[in-house]
């Protein structure tokens, strides 16, 4: 895939949406929107694709949550489910970290106007007792944190190429076969690091990536995967 990337406003031809029909997600959508960035054609992907993840063994971790929107809504689904695993939510709240050569708009500290005050508030409002709280940048700070875990979903939402590079090979060992990644800002002009992670790594070991028109792409690992360590060293 190439590096020259093109955009062009999407303007689909279907116009099924599943989720006007969903009383559940709409009253969690009302409590979290004002707590988004994300619009709720993406929170309904989450939303859908927690469902499938949790048939899985393990808990799920967000990395990148500002002020708690997509992270609580997945909480909430989980909650809504019955499930006992957690939802694990991983931020600076002191802004994006690591933009770089890869990343056209991002210079770094950008989203810093939120605290962890600012999620455990909203997680309180909607009564959610499944969340845990990482503070500090992941993996390095943090990962140590939660490295004996296996996670089902993991939503990487960090805006630049390096900090979604390292986020995804700290994550894919811990997850089991069937595991659902989604890279958020997949296809943004804003974003473009995460389009180029992507394009990069789709035809990875293992890996079924799934590039929709929405701004998510969409990882999901197969019977295949191979360890990083073997892949670099050619095994
Ligand atoms: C676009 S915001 C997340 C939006 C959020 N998911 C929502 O519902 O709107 C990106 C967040 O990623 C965080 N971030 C970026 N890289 C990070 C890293 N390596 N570790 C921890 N947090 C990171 C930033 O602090 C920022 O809050």
């Known amino acids: 895939m190439t590096?020259?990337?093109?955009?062009?406003?999407?303007?689909?031809?279907?116009?099924?949406?599943?989720w006007l029909a969903d009383a559940d997600f709409q009253a969690a959508f009302a409590q979290i929107r004002d707590h988004t960035l994300v619009d709720h054609f993406r929170c309904y992907e989450l939303w859908q694709l927690v469902e499938q993840a949790l048939r899985l063994p393990g808990d799920m971790i967000e990395v990148g949550v500002w002020r708690g929107g997509t992270g609580c809504l997945m909480a909430r689904r989980a909650q809504l489910l019955g499930s006992p695993a957690k939802m694990v939510l991983c931020d600076t709240f002191a802004g994006v970290v690591k933009a770089g050569r890869k990343d056209g708009a991002y210079r770094g500290g950008e989203h810093a106007d939120t605290s962890l005050e600012t999620v455990r508030a909203l997680a309180g409002a909607m009564g959610l007792a499944n969340i845990e709280t990482l503070t500090g940048i992941f993996p390095e700070d943090t990962g140590d944190k939660v490295a004996d875990r296996t996670f089902s979903l993991c939503h990487i939402d960090v805006d630049v190429y390096q900090s979604g590079l390292d986020v995804l090979e700290w994550v894919w060992p811990r997850m089991p076969v069937g595991g659902i990644v989604i890279y958020d800002d997949y296809g943004f002009a804003t974003c473009d690091g995460i389009t180029r992670l992507v394009n990069e790594r789709y035809v990875h070991d293992g890996a079924v990536t799934l590039h929709n028109l929405n701004g998510h792409a969409v990882v999901i690992k197969t019977a295949g995967a191979k360890p990083f360590w073997k892949r670099l060293l050619g095994r």
Do not use: I
Request: glycine letters at 0%.
């Open 3 to 18: 590096d020259d990337l093109r955009y062009e406003s999407v303007l689909p031809n279907a116009t099924y949406a599943p």
